[in-house]
């Protein structure tokens, strides 16, 4: 990584500003999730290890650049003082004078997290002085939100511009080391697992992988239905994106051309669409007809995954392979296969990147993700690094 990190920092007695990500679900004013918070550990711990006053910033979902206590970070500080075992001091905004008074009374060591970001509309505006406000909290500033770097707001980008370094966290460093890693130098065989809803979503990163030279590319979830309609196949009623069947075409030819092998689904787990519960059956993809919804792959269809990861050396997967949080009715049968079969390349030796949401979840659901060799906080933000975008949270960054 060529991106100043937090380790190059001189840290005692300065006032260093953390960006965080620590946009977890809340339930009852409890923290229901905290992987993003104990992602972020080691990065808080290594500043107060080393004498700072530091002072986390993060965004809690969408707020709209209004305040609602919906939204509020206090619940998070509670439970990150546990995981700490310090206190946590807390701060209702993240601008004014408050805040100022709160920043100017820590002592080094201590901790401070501000409220949530959103709750002004500057923020995702990356407002100059909006970010001015910001830097002039802190002497030094760290990045270690990757899941938020593929957006150019005030708390990732703006505030770079005024402060005296801008260094990346531990969590955003590995990052960037593994992805890194993954595009510029894989170990073949290299295979990609991509998932999800839509083709359209993940187009960049297909061609990305094209262009990269990767073996092997393995689509499930819906966006599979796509490439099946498009080749002429009947899907019944599965979800199709039909203005991206053109773009489903060229894919498998640019994937012909450039000798990667290109497995869609075999068997499929579906259900009629006016009786989901009861009907529920695996059939293979062909013999799918017009009143059926296709909602996971099927065992046939996992098998031929885990056979298309045996010999592989680099594995990267985002996105699920069916309606993953249908978990009472076993649609997440195909996606938990899938996590047990990237599991077992690890322990071949591979290197395993996951990254996404339901495939993170997956990981977890299955026992298996102490056994995957990177498990990525970024959704969006890991999309666009593994399409070749610069993320405009990491260009801000100084270069070492």
């Known amino acids: 990584m060529n991106k ?12 260093v500003f953390i960006r965080v990500d620590f946009n977890v679900p809340i339930k009852d004013a409890r923290v229901e999730d905290d992987s993003r918070i104990r992602g972020a550990l080691p990065t808080i711990q290594y500043a107060l290890d080393h004498e700072a006053r530091v002072i986390l910033a993060s965004h809690l979902g969408r707020p709209k650049g209004e305040r609602n206590e919906k939204y509020s970070l ?76 593929h957006r150019a707001h005030a708390s990732t980008a703006g505030i770079t511009k005024f402060v005296q370094q801008a260094a990346a966290g531990l969590l955003m460093q590995k990052e960037l ?25 993940k187009i960049p990163v297909i061609n990305a992988l094209i262009d990269r030279k990767i073996d092997k590319l393995l689509i499930g979830g819906a966006m599979a239905y796509t490439f099946f309609k498009a080749q002429g196949f009947t899907v019944g009623k599965s979800l199709v994106e039909d203005e991206m069947m053109p773009t489903a075409l060229e894919i498998i030819k640019r994937a012909e051309e450039a000798n990667v092998e290109l497995l869609l689904p075999t068997d499929h787990q579906v259900v009629d669409s006016y009786d989901p519960l009861k009907s529920k059956k ?56 899938v996590a047990r079969a990237v599991a077992e390349a690890a322990d071949r030796g591979a290197t395993v990147v996951v990254g996404g949401g339901d495939s993170v979840a997956a990981i977890t659901q299955a026992g298996v993700a102490d056994r995957i060799t990177h498990i990525s906080t970024g959704g969006g933000a890991t999309l666009e690094f593994l399409a070749g975008d610069e993320l405009p949270g990491v260009a801000a960054l100084n270069a070492k």
């Open 4 to 15: 100043l990190s937090i380790t190059d920092l001189d840290l005692k007695g300065k006032r």
């Open 282 to 337: 695996t059939i293979p993809v062909e013999f799918t007809n017009a009143g059926l919804v296709g909602l996971d792959i099927g065992a046939e269809t996992v098998a031929h995954f885990s056979t298309a990861l045996r010999d592989a050396k680099t594995v990267i997967w985002n996105g699920p392979m069916g309606v993953f949080e249908e978990k009472e009715l076993g649609f997440d049968e195909g996606t938990i296969g």
């Open 177 to 201: 080391d593994y992805l890194g890693r993954v595009i510029n130098s894989p170990e073949h065989p290299f295979v990609a697992i991509l998932g999800g809803a839509k083709v359209s979503d």
């Open 74 to 149: 206090r619940p998070v500080a509670e439970h990150l003082s546990e995981l700490l075992g310090k206190p946590v001091y807390f701060v209702g905004d993240c601008i004014g004078d408050e805040v100022k008074a709160k920043v100017g009374a820590l002592k080094d060591g201590e901790v401070l997290l501000l409220e949530n970001l959103r709750f002004h509309a500057e923020e995702e505006k990356n407002d100059e002085a909006f970010a001015r406000e910001l830097a002039s909290l802190c002497d030094l500033y760290v990045n270690d939100a990757f899941g938020a770097a």
